[in-house]
């Protein structure tokens, strides 16, 4: 089923108040004009967007500073998820014609990836889970991780002192693991696993806009924006009746992992767009 009456607006909070831009205006019932491009992926490095928001007040302008989070929501007919959640980088206020536009980048986690550090010793028998957790939870954010799972312990002793992401991406390679920050949580699994066993159907039917493209890094599709689409989550694409030959449609069709996805839109016109690379999904 297509969706229709594409929406969106954001949250952003100081350290002294919230500014809760979802209100419709009275006057025009609509909200803030406010444009977006966010790009989400499944490797550690964090996720980052950019928006425009128009005619804002001076003082929220002048009181939306660098180090304040963002939350921007997205969806269609009056129903609204997360796209992306994070902490602002630049700001950046300027009037070119008549409307004030407020430019704003943010990184997912980015505060704490870039400035927590780590150090510790871990004696030979260490369990893995231990370590892991520690390095984890360092970031000072939600985490959710595999780490009760595994039962191995680390091959060695070891000793850490520097950036919990550096120490966390040499431990979790050598581990066959991998992680990633996610709307302000900590992600841990293994390499490749999905987020959960549920599949996205991806067709005509649910804003397939195109015949998806195959390329040397997997599958790319185009379709409406869709919040549930996320990094690791597994989509099924049934791409049948777009008019291209049974081969090239058997080579795309079936399940996929996403590996990252950008979403895009506007809500005074713009097309309102997910832009996804994913690669074959093998159970197990």
Not at 124 to 151: C, M, N, P
Not at 171 to 186: A, F, N
Not at 259 to 279: L, M, P, T
Request: aromatic share 8%; charged share 25%; hydrophobic share 30%.
């Amino acid at each position: 089923m297509r969706l229709f009456k594409p929406d969106c607006y954001a949250i952003i909070t100081t350290e002294s108040v919230r500014f809760d831009l979802s209100p419709v205006s009275e006057k025009t019932d609509r909200r803030l004009d406010l444009s977006f491009n966010v790009f989400a992926t499944s490797g550690s490095e964090p996720n980052d967007g950019e928006c425009v928001i128009y005619n804002l007040t001076e003082t929220t302008r002048n009181r939306i500073t660098e180090g304040s989070k963002i939350e921007l929501y997205a969806g269609y007919d009056g129903s609204y998820k997360l796209i992306s959640i994070g902490d602002i980088e630049t700001v950046n206020n300027r009037k070119p014609l008549t409307d004030w536009a407020t430019t704003i980048t943010w990184g997912d986690g980015v505060r704490a990836y870039v400035e927590v550090n780590f150090s510790k010793s871990y004696k030979e028998g260490v369990k893995l889970r231990g370590v892991l957790d520690d390095l984890t939870s360092s970031f000072g954010l939600a985490v959710d991780t595999i780490s009760h799972e595994l039962t191995g312990l680390l091959n060695g002793g070891l000793s850490v002192n520097g950036k919990t992401k550096d120490i966390l991406n040499k431990v979790t390679k050598d581990y066959g693991l991998e992680w990633s920050i996610q709307d302000d949580e900590v992600r841990l699994r293994r390499q490749g696993d999905p987020i959960d066993d549920e599949a996205i159907v991806i067709s005509q039917e649910t804003g397939l806009l195109e015949f998806p493209q195959i390329t040397d890094k997997g599958v790319d599709f185009v379709c409406q924006l869709n919040p549930d689409i996320r990094p690791r989550k597994i989509v099924n694409i049934k791409s049948t009746g777009l008019g291209v030959d049974s081969v090239l449609e058997d080579k795309v069709n079936g399940f996929q992992i996403v590996e990252n996805i950008r979403f895009s839109g506007d809500n005074f016109g713009g097309a309102f767009q997910s832009k996804v690379r994913c690669k074959q999904y093998n159970e197990g």
